[in-house]
């Protein structure tokens, strides 16, 4: 029988869909699996076809289709916006595109070519509420954004706030808004003896969360109330870094000079070009998995081997838009739901075995919401280890990378990859009478950037039952290039290469406070 080859020409509702993710299956029948923002599947194919519509699950039966392939339509040229540079604002003489927002006491003003907010004004301090908001940005296309500007922090701080917010819900009326604070460490100019002719940079990634996103908004918020300080900005500038390109007709990647890098149609999974993903497989056999919620974006990543019924790994990402919000564990193990149930690991696979249930992304690393912190307890995020090794030397390594992770002072954004060997049979430490495979070793790759400066680590463990709860995280730290020749998989893939290069052949463990 002639095999043919069948087109789905997919639209999606809104620019939510980046985050979504297609997975399709090849057999008897296709699967498209978490596609809840596609609005419509246009068929081109000789034969007519009966299609099932189903809530999450579409399923094309058609035994002599020999391929199928995916396109975006609203993507699919990757044409550079128009303006790459969304803001550009001296606030010299006025506030350009920035409206501001006054709730009480002093407004901000232009004074010495600056914008200008303080509640201190003819030698008395007014209880004052600002704010300088932005028009919204359309980030559809962006895969990497900074906000940059200079400004001075004078005089008291007590009783002051001082904020950089985004949101891509705005309400119109800040004060009813739900922002995310991304201001990190502002420096003081102190009290007295003032310069006010040096000014100290402001320079921040976008969090990821809010790329892909169509109407995002930034404000400088500013108030007081028994004392006050005074903040001066000049120079916003809010810019694309990386962006969506044409490549011929290929869905958009992070780099085209990239050799090595993930390549969006190899997977139908808009988000692997994210930094924290190694390279994927790409194949039938793996599914590329990410969860996330309304509020926070992703929560994690992981790529499921289908015929092994485990995961290759998980991975995600530190950022000042996932606030520690202490909501605690809010879960108890169930199914995955992305995975087709015929693929899936039960939490009764685990009963009687011997091995606990040990999580990739920790439930205390998704602490924003009590939906995001449920999503760590999918089944999927685990892998049998013995609880000797899990909450003792794993633990210890995890509370070393959480550190890191919260500390705002060292990164700007912290990337994690953490999995067990299941790829290698001889890097498989048993299989369950519930066919569970176990990891012989556990391993992690971080990357931190701060300040657009990189570096990369990696720890690496034996999977023993053997309780070390009194390890130094230095003894087991190697350099990414050594893992990757450990397991074969390709770590921080998405970095130009140079970068990678560098970043993944050596280690400094004092570079790590180690």
Known sequence: MKKTTLTLLITFYTALAF??????????????????????????????????????????????????????????????????????????????????????????????????????????????????????????????????????????????????????????????????????????????????????????????????????????????????????????????????????GESPTIDPNNVNRNIVTTTGNPEIWRMEFPKVKGDNTNLVISHSTQDYGITYSLEWDCSKKSQRWTCYEFHNGLPNNNVGRNGSWTDDPDIPEIYRTHDSDFKGTGFSRGHMCMSNDRQSSIEQNKQTFFISNAHPQYQKHNGGLWQTLENKVTGWGNDTSFRDTLYVVKAGTIDASSQILTTTSTGLLVPKYFYMAVLCVKNHQYKAIAFWTEHQNVSITKANAKDYAISIDELEQRTGLDFFCNLPDDIEKEVEATINTSAWGM
Not at 88 to 114: A, C, L, R, Y
Not at 195 to 200: G, I, Q, R, V, Y
Request: aromatic share 14%.
């Open 19 to 248: 985050s979504q993710n297609i997975y399709v299956s090849k057999g008897n029948s296709f699967h498209a699996y978490q596609s809840g923002s596609i609005e419509s599947i246009t068929f081109e194919h000789p034969d007519s076809m009966t299609v099932t519509w189903g809530i999450n699950t579409h399923r094309f039966a058609k035994a002599d289709i020999d391929s199928l392939s995916l396109r975006r339509p609203d993507i699919k040229s990757g044409a550079r916006p128009v303006n790459q540079i969304y803001a550009n604002e001296t606030f010299s003489n006025n506030f350009g595109t920035f409206t501001n927002m006054h709730v009480k006491g002093q407004p901000w003003i232009i004074d010495f070519k600056t914008a200008k907010a303080t509640g201190y004004v003819n030698n008395k301090t007014t209880e004052s509420e600002s704010y300088l908001v932005s028009p919204a940005y359309d980030m559809t296309k962006a895969l990497e954004v900074t906000l940059s500007f200079q400004y001075i922090l004078a005089y008291s701080r007590t009783n002051t706030q001082n904020k950089v917010l985004i949101t891509d819900n705005y309400t119109g009326d800040p004060t009813t808004t739900q922002w995310t604070d991304i201001t990190g460490t502002l420096e003081w100019a102190g009290s007295y003896n003032i310069n006010w002719n040096t000014f100290s940079t402001y320079n921040r990634e976008i969090p990821s969360r809010f790329l892909g996103e169509s109407n995002v908004v930034i404000a400088l918020y500013y108030s007081c109330t028994t004392s006050s300080t005074t903040w001066e900005v000049k120079n916003l500038q809010m810019q694309i870094v990386d962006q969506w390109e044409d490549e011929g």
